[in-house]
């Protein structure tokens, strides 16, 4: 079985701590996408895993084994990088084969894993070629293959796409996703990228300063972020915040005030004083053109026609902004004031240290 179970994990380089003692519990054959802003230290704790970075405290344990001390080579994992890091002058066969040459592996055993890794990605036709002859997607194929024949029990995956272009960076999310599901193995994938995220994990961690900020399924993680910072990194658009005061509160109910009107929140009001300044946060798919009033009114300042649907970017007259989705023929231009209604039930709400407020239901539990 290859769990990953960190336990109070901390790196600091000197006085300065850059990983602040995360756990975490990754189950045989997950697939985890560690997602975050550049600098998050996503990738150091990837390399700490890997063995290729030393722990300052706390432990790793990879199949129930403590790999603190345990060199990289004897982890049972296998790291596929961003810059492929082949070697130019041998052929991708020889590539993928190099590191178990050097543990000795007998030839036929290498040349077996090799055509069966080949066979997998289909890169058959490949394996005669040097690097500089492939595509870079071709060279990334070659890249996992040489993981593939380590037979790991963990693969991770530090921002691997990040150097192809946009289709094919499409086209290498559901080939990953679908190697994954043939392998028995659990993955370990590094991205900054929350599209990658959304859709190629089982399990999203939102990484921010070396902290877990929230662990949950890709729509757990979009649909009810644990804070602003969740809220506003995870979505293509971002969900919208608008600063905003309580009008009123109960048990179960909160109302917040919003440039065109009130919103009404089915959460726990009890903590929250009338005035008690929040934020509100709402999907753009949630907020609507309406011939009523809304619940924001303001003019529009950009489109983004992307065929199925547009985005509109739009600006109140007391300087907040959101943007909201319409039809993908809308009659909207460019200077018109619009009114925006928000699906029942879709709002939520952040107090004053940005952390989400539980749900009514939760509260009356």
Known sequence: ????????????????????????????????????PSGCGKSTLLRMIAGLEQISDGEILIGG?????????????????????LYPHMTAADNMSFGLRNIGTPRAEIEERVAAAARTLQIEHLLKRRPSEMSGGQRQRIAIGRAIVRRPNVFLFDEPLSNLDAALRVQMRVELVQLHQRLDATSIYVTHDQVEAMTM?????????????????????????????VAGFIGAPKMNLLETRVTAASTGRVEVALPGGRAELAVDGRALA???????????????????????????????????????????TDGAS??????????????????????PGSGRLFGGNGAALPPAAASAA
């Open 65 to 85: 084994r403590r790999v603190n001390d345990t060199p990289p080579g004897d982890r049972g994992v296998a790291m596929v990088f961003q810059n492929y890091a």
């Open 322 to 343: 959101l943007i909201a989705t319409d039809t993908g023929d809308s009659p909207v231009r460019i200077g018109d004031t619009v009114a925006l209604a928000l699906e």
């Open 1 to 36: 079985m290859a769990d990953v179970l960190l336990r109070d994990v901390r790196k600091r380089y000197g006085a300065q701590e850059v990983i602040h003692g995360v756990s975490l519990e990754l189950k045989h054959r997950e697939f985890i996408v560690f997602v975050g």
């Open 274 to 316: 009338s005035g008690a300044s929040v934020t509100f946060g709402v999907r753009p798919e949630h907020l609507r053109r309406t011939a009523g009033e809304g619940v924001f009114r303001g003019q529009v300042k950009a489109l983004e026609r992307l065929g199925r649907e547009t985005l509109l970017h739009v600006t109140g």
């Open 201 to 229: 994990a089982d399990r999203i961690v939102v990484f921010r300063d070396g902290r877990i900020e929230q662990v949950g399924t890709p729509l757990e993680v979009y649909r009810t972020p644990a804070n602003t910072f």
